[in-house]
């Protein structure tokens, strides 16, 4: 049979890794978020010189902190509604089929203080932010070749469901060096947690990949530094670096085929992330701003390597480090109402050689467009809508066998788009 002469249960093992980070993301730049907060968001997440709310902020450069004009706290909620499909075929076999996502709205929550010490040069400042996740459920399938039965009464994966959560804490702090120039440094603490099913990152059973599998909380850290100097044309720049968050080896725990536990560890970091930006402020009531990152994955733990072990285990997702360019307008059409608009393009960092180990994970829409509002709702009290529309990407290639390369006549694919909607209210003192 042809199915057999691909060697099944190794070679979707690399289809499986994609699950790890399945398609429902927050518009991210890899798995990375794009922005946090509505006013963030709807500037395209450009704020490493333009520093117009606490959230974003602290999030991509605090040094800004400093330029705010207020001390302001601020909470934020997101809700994304991905819409994903995953198509798979073998053509020797005349199989083919598309099987659609049943994930549901996904709650994103991040906060932010920053709070201006009197007759001090310091600021001080602290967000907890959601900085990826994701949430997928495919149905196994008896057309879909990828979601068809492990073998050995299928080829591919059955069920497949993965979730993520990568939350990050960081305190922070700004130096007003001199009026113009501002330097900032926050420490981050980062959790992250699992699911997966079927667990392929961990050699299989006698009887295929484990499954219902979940991982408890790791925790890891690094750090963020920053600078920023306001120019008297109206000109800011800026720059920060995101270390990598350096993580705890996730350990899992599953079943074998006698039913008896057994745990597995996969080694994963959060890429650093290198960003300078501009901003102009010359002209009255606008705000423009352009951030361009630098995503560091060809260097991170799970993300650089790629292929399988001897045992079949899936061992990386094989990323390149990629650039991306952030881009926000903001328009006070009055002193209580402002308005906004931003954009941002990702890079793909997955190459066509690669393609087979994040079919169902194309996180990066390389467009995202948002829209967005904020409205003085009472003294000092500001609320902010934001719409988002990741517009829709694919990825797409053969079945590649560990030892044989690309097999003729096979193909998988992934498609998706997103959009979400961001509330947020801020108080400023």
Do not use: C
């Not at 994304?80 to 073998?90: N, R």
């Not at 352009?290 to 733990?301: C, S």
């Not at 079949?312 to 009055?334: E, H, I, K, P």
């Amino acid at each position: 049979m042809f199915l057999r002469s691909l060697r099944p249960s190794k070679i979707l093992a690399a289809l499986a890794v994609a699950m790890l980070f399945a398609p429902a993301s927050v518009l991210a730049q890899g798995i990375a978020i794009a922005g946090v907060g509505a006013v963030n968001r709807s500037m395209g997440g450009a704020a490493v010189a333009a520093p117009i709310d606490a959230a974003g902020t602290v999030h991509w450069n605090p040094a800004g902190m400093s330029a705010l004009e207020h001390s302001e706290a601020s909470l934020n909620l997101e809700l994304l509604k991905p819409d994903t499909t995953l198509s798979s075929s073998v053509d020797a076999l005349g199989l083919s089929g598309s099987t659609e996502s049943d994930s549901s709205a996904a709650p994103i929550a991040n906060g932010a203080l920053v709070h201006h010490v009197k007759d001090s040069n310091f600021t001080y400042g602290v967000g907890f932010f959601t900085i990826a996740g994701y949430s997928s459920d495919y149905q196994s399938s008896a057309t879909n070749p990828v979601l068809t039965p492990q073998p050995p009464t299928g080829s591919g994966l059955g069920h497949v469901m993965g979730r993520a959560e990568i939350l990050q804490f960081a305190p922070s702090a700004a130096y007003r060096v001199t009026d113009r120039f501002s330097v900032g440094i926050a420490p981050t603490l980062t959790m992250l947690r699992l699911e997966a099913e079927p667990l392929f990152i961990a050699s299989p059973n006698a009887n295929g990949y484990a499954t219902a599998t979940s991982s408890d909380w790791v925790y890891g850290g690094g750090f963020q530094v920053g600078a920023l100097y306001r120019a008297q044309n109206g000109f800011n720049f800026g720059a920060s670096l995101k270390s990598p968050q350096w993580m705890d080896d996730i350990e899992f725990t599953s079943s074998n085929e006698l039913g008896l536990s057994r745990r597995d560890n996969f080694e994963m970091d959060y890429p650093m992330i290198a960003s300078i930006g501009t901003a102009y402020t010359g002209l009255d009531r606008f705000v423009f701003a352009v951030d361009v990152r630098y995503f560091d994955y060809g260097n991170t733990a799970g993300f650089e390597d790629s292929g399988f072990s001897e045992t079949g285990a899936a061992r990386g997702l094989g990323w390149d480090s990629v650039f991306a360019v952030a881009a926000g307008v903001q328009y006070s059409v009055t002193d209580r109402i402002s308005l906004r608009v931003g954009h941002v393009y990702n890079q793909n960092p997955i190459d066509d050689d690669v393609a087979m180990f994040n079919v169902a994970s194309p996180l990066v829409f390389e467009h995202v467009l948002g829209i967005g509002a904020s409205f003085e709702l009472a003294k000092n009290m500001l609320v902010s809508l934001t719409y988002l529309h990741g517009f829709e990407n694919s990825v797409e290639g053969p079945i590649v066998q560990p030892g044989i390369g690309a097999i003729p006549g096979t193909s998988v694919k992934d498609e998706a788009e997103a959009e979400a909607i961001v509330a947020g209210l801020s108080v400023r003192y």
